[in-house]
């Protein structure tokens, strides 16, 4: 009973280098997200998936690409860090659109500082 | 477009005091409501939601009631203890093309014995 688990948890990057995060939820939901969440600011959206092969724009999705190529799994990934990418991120994934299936389960985070 | 305002923190209670965090929004149609809280650490975990005009949601003694009227969604406690110690974030999701959650800036909250 996992739940929606994040990959890797800390991370440090050099300005420039690439990574990717990964999400992954057990929970056979169809949509899935990516937030950053930054001081005083709350949580921002980046990409969203509304089911397997599919990917939208959220708020802030300058900087970053994502990928849902397994209906369980969704990709964040970072071709060149900026140190304005330093954040905590969080992923998300909800059952359906559905007005009983509406609330979002969330990933414990992953802390990235880009130096 | 959809937005969320949290009333600005932080907030310093004593413990046994009563709650309130203010929740306004601005939405077309009937959104869902959701009070998620993020313990220290933590990812966020829902803790009470409400899907139509004057539905009230409750979990571990907090309240909020959907507000068509106002468009307000306030938390309360009666009696706060330290372990609510967290930060407390007011979201929707849109009635139609609700495929994205809007979320306010998040209100943190400290209780001192």
């Known amino acids: 009973n996992a739940g929606v688990t994040q990959t890797p948890k800390f991370r440090v990057l050099k300005t420039g280098q690439s990574m990717t995060l990964l999400c992954a939820q057990d929970m056979n939901h169809e949509y899935m997200y990516w937030y950053r969440q930054d001081p005083g600011m709350g949580l921002r959206l980046i990409h969203y998936?509304?089911?397997?092969?599919?990917?939208a724009k959220g708020e802030v999705p300058d900087g970053y690409n994502v990928s849902r190529l397994k209906k369980q799994n969704f990709l964040l990934g970072l071709e060149s860090a900026a140190p304005s990418q330093t954040s905590v991120y969080f992923c998300?994934?909800?059952?359906?659109?559905?007005?009983?299936?509406?609330?979002?389960?969330f990933g414990q985070g992953t802390r990235l500082t880009v130096v | 477009g959809d937005s969320v305002t949290q009333m600005e923190g932080p907030v310093t209670l004593s413990e046994e005091a009563f709650l309130t965090i203010n929740c306004t929004y601005t939405?077309?149609?009937?959104?869902?409501l959701f009070w998620y809280v993020q313990y220290p650490g933590e990812g966020l975990q829902l803790l009470l939601k409400?899907?139509?005009?004057?539905d009230k949601g409750s979990n571990k003694g907090f309240e909020a009631t959907y507000r068509k009227e106002t468009t307000s969604f306030h938390l309360e406690k009666g009696s706060v203890q330290v372990s609510d110690s967290a930060v407390y974030f007011c979201a929707l999701s849109e009635q139609f093309g609700n495929e994205k959650l809007t979320f306010g800036t998040g209100t943190r909250l400290t209780i001192i014995p």
């Open positions: 998936s509304v089911g397997e092969g599919t990917t």
């Open positions: 409400a899907t139509k005009a004057d």
């Open positions: 998300a994934s909800r059952r359906d659109s559905s007005w009983m299936h509406t609330e979002a389960f």
């Open positions: 939405a077309t149609g009937y959104p869902s």
